[in-house]
């Protein structure tokens, strides 16, 4: 039975997955490079840059020595999906031992490969046992106990219910899948239409036409995310419009914020030096875009995103582009 577990990743998710955990095991260690963030996290048990005002269960510990890692049964990729490889990679010197169940916590691909998240771990830690987690689950509300719903997928389902049964508590309800794929890509999708729809807020363009942006989103994340290999009844579950709607809609959301602030003219730099965290929607944009265009799936809306960030086009340009092309059926 599992009763301690390892989260890789100090930042606001990490952190709040040590508060949910800290519900069912006896022991959370999280593990981080940021030492002035460790000592205030075993000192004073908060989080204060992460998750300001946030009292942290005593039960949860930090560290910055990953070797930590091998001593836990279960351990969390909470890092960012940059990091992601080369922290799988540094588990492997660590005699890591097989049957540590690892579960991917990171939103978004590999630019330039397209390879998700949960592959970079099993490639370089094919023994494991490995799962995913998703779902519309703001660090912030996640923290304070506020009720929500998420997903873990994994091949095998016995590891799938027991993972089921370690974080669900009575605030976060956990469902199963076996859609590995389907939920790591639209994870990674929601984080581009979370800054369209920053966007168009910046731009003052109204209710009406975000509720259209996150409903066209929807159908180019099913349309690209079943071409890459996820089932399309995912895409309508939690890790596809369930996450899209938190991500477009909440002010806790840093793509949302990255894109309101495009929106009224900011400079992407200055945005994201700002923010002090990371926005995944930015470089899941390139690697989106990327993986769009090989599989040959029209991506007007993620093309758009992707001329804003990386080619410098106004968003009024890209949204007059956009309302512009030719008109087509709806299920098309």
Request: aromatic share 4%; glycine share 10%; with cysteine.
């Amino acid at each position: 039975m599992i009763k301690s577990a390892a989260i890789l990743g100090t930042g606001s998710w990490g952190t709040a997955l040590a508060t949910l955990l800290a519900n069912t095991l006896d022991e959370v260690c999280v593990i981080g490079r940021n030492e002035k963030i460790s000592a205030e996290i075993n000192s004073q048990h908060t989080n204060h840059h992460y998750l300001p005002d946030q009292p942290l269960p005593t039960n949860i510990i930090a560290s910055t020595d990953l070797t930590k890692a091998a001593d836990y049964p279960l351990v969390l990729f909470v890092v960012p999906t940059s990091a992601t490889e080369a922290t799988a990679q540094s588990l492997t010197e660590i005699n890591l031992p097989k049957d540590t169940i690892l579960v991917s916590c990171a939103k978004g691909i590999a630019a330039h490969t397209g390879v998700r998240m949960s592959e970079l771990i099993h490639f370089h830690l094919p023994e494991n046992p490995l799962a995913v987690l998703s779902g519309p689950n703001h660090a912030e509300e996640v923290s304070k106990g506020l009720a929500t719903c998420a997903v873990i997928g994994a091949q095998d389902h016995a590891l799938a219910q027991q993972l089921q049964k370690i974080f669900t508590t009575n605030a976060f309800r956990c469902y199963t899948s076996d859609d590995v794929a389907g939920i790591e890509l639209g994870a990674a999708m929601k984080n581009i239409f979370g800054i369209a729809a920053g966007i168009a807020d910046g731009l003052g363009l109204g209710d009406n036409a975000i509720a259209a942006l996150v409903t066209r989103g929807l159908a180019e994340m099913t349309r690209l995310g079943t071409r890459l290999g996820g089932k399309m009844e995912t895409f309508i579950g939690l890790s596809g419009v369930g996450d899209l709607m938190a991500t477009c809609y909440s002010p806790h959301s840093r793509n949302n914020r990255v894109g309101k602030a495009l929106g009224k003219g900011g400079k992407l730099d200055d945005i994201i030096a700002n923010l002090g965290m990371v926005a995944e929607g930015v470089p899941n944009t390139l690697s989106i875009h990327e993986a769009g265009h090989k599989a040959n799936i029209r991506t007007p809306l993620i093309d758009a995103v992707y001329e804003i960030l990386y080619e410098h086009k106004s968003a009024a340009d890209a949204l007059e582009e956009l309302l512009t092309r030719d008109t087509r059926a709806e299920t098309d």
